[in-house]
């Protein structure tokens, strides 16, 4: 299959290159036009409510809720969580976003101060169910942490052409003048300002901290759930009767929605054409957004992702199939061998050469459940762990193997995964009855 990767990188290899400088151009272009909805510009709303799904010392995953402008802006989006707070306003359309922040020091306490849920919910209950541990929305907290957020300025660094999109939040200039009592005007020549800024900013830094940024806007039912504290997990074992008598229904129902519109724009690189390593007439491979530490791909030439610093650890990749009949593991078959052999090849080799990390440190890899539905391939560094659980990875070596024995093999086989016990789909799966 003829492969065309875009990149720049030593030593030279004997693919087709895009310089990293039309790379850049282009991407900046598109995720500028289409960031329409910015963390800025819900903060800013009038009626904006913040609280609290999840907090730590180093992340934070905040609800954001507005009222929608328009009867068709932020389509398909659902107040999941405050439905039963706000009876009241049920005639409002309430557009709900998700806010990661990663590597928030010192602000723990001010961005967990509003929680949408108690803590201490009692995960041996498999009844408990996340409505029933609603806390009470505080207007105060919800504002504090509005007015905190509204001092940072957040610039783009990438989008995926549907409600996600990735920034870097660093303090205002006007805040870094409020925070180190500073009276210079930003209006003074930039020689000055440059000077000043360099020093105002370390200042400020030690004051707020800078972070990265996801905002999913709008947020649906099932990202909202999946950021909400977990209330524990169970081993469920999938035999061909459970899948097709309940698993397929609902991956189907999911699959022939609008939930995915934003894959399609992926792989036709309407959208990440920064984030793009490989791309052939049957799949793509990119940079997954996980790979947090990456230098960012819309400004940094890709000469300098090779040996970056990140790839020791945090390499993550991703390869998407272009066809839209492949969904799981399950919907593996003989005909796909060549297709999952193509592209951990290819994957494989585009990684070495962009970033110089050899083959043999790269972990080749499926979830299932997957985190979507459309059939993707994780390839990650040895010494990052994420997602590789033996309850939920499955190495595409093994996958090939199996294919290899019997065509049929993720048809007839029970596969045993973790379940969070508040995904929708394990309600569907604890009601199911087998035939004796």
């Not at 929608?68 to 709900?96: H, L, R």
């Not at 990438?158 to 009592?181: D, F, K, L, R």
């Not at 800024?197 to 200042?203: K, V």
Request: aromatic share 8%; hydrophobic share 30%.
């Amino acid at each position: 299959h003829h492969c065309k990767m875009y990149m720049s990188t030593p030593p030279p290899k004997k693919v087709k290159l895009e310089s990293s400088e039309q790379q850049t151009n282009h991407s900046v272009e598109n995720a500028t036009a289409s960031a329409s909805v910015t963390p800025y510009s819900l903060l800013a709303s009038d009626d904006c409510k913040v609280q609290t799904l999840t907090v730590s010392d180093q992340h934070a995953t905040l609800l954001i809720s507005t009222h929608s402008k328009t009867n068709d802006q932020n389509k398909g989006s659902t107040d999941s969580v405050q439905q039963d707070q706000d009876s009241a306003n049920a005639t409002a359309t309430v557009v709900q976003s998700l806010l990661k922040l990663t590597v928030v020091p010192f602000h723990k306490l001010l961005l967990g101060s509003n929680p949408v849920l108690s803590t201490g919910t009692s995960d041996n209950n498999n009844d408990v169910k996340p409505e029933v541990n609603l806390l009470n929305h505080n207007p105060e907290a919800s504002q504090n942490i509005i007015s905190f957020l509204k001092e940072y300025e957040f610039k783009l660094k990438s989008e995926s052409g549907a409600e996600y999109s990735y920034y870097h939040a660093t303090p205002s200039s006007v805040s870094i003048q409020n925070n180190v009592g500073s009276t210079t005007s930003v209006k003074e020549s930039d020689e000055i300002k440059d000077e000043k800024t360099s020093s105002l900013a370390h200042t400020a830094h030690s004051f707020f901290g800078a972070f990265d940024v996801e905002l999913i806007s709008p947020a649906d039912k099932r990202q909202i759930s999946r950021a909400l504290p977990s209330l524990g997990s169970a081993l469920v074992e999938e035999t061909p009767e459970l899948y097709n008598t309940i698993v397929k229904p609902y991956i189907k129902s999911i699959t022939e929605g609008d939930s995915l519109g934003w894959i399609q724009n992926v792989i036709e690189v309407k959208k990440e054409k920064e984030r793009l390593l490989v791309n052939t007439d049957e799949f793509i491979v990119n940079i997954d957004t996980k790979w947090r530490s990456h230098p960012p791909p819309l400004t940094t030439p890709r000469e300098e992702w090779y040996g970056h610093p990140s790839c020791a650890q945090d390499l993550y990749c991703l390869g998407i199939v272009k066809s839209k009949d492949i969904a799981t593991l399950r919907d593996l078959r003989g005909e796909h061998i060549d297709l999952l052999r193509n592209m951990q090849r290819e994957g494989l080799k585009a990684i070495e050469a962009i970033y110089g990390v050899k083959s043999d440190q790269i972990r080749c890899f499926v979830h299932y459940q997957p985190q979507f539905y459309h059939f993707h391939v994780h390839f990650t560094r040895l010494e990052n762990e994420i997602g590789s659980t033996v309850e939920r990875g499955h190495l595409v070596s093994d996958i090939l193997q199996n294919l290899e024995m019997d065509p049929l093999y993720y048809e007839k086989r029970t596969i045993v995964y973790k379940l969070r016990k508040d995904a929708p789909l394990y309600n569907l799966i604890a009601n199911f009855t087998p035939n004796a």
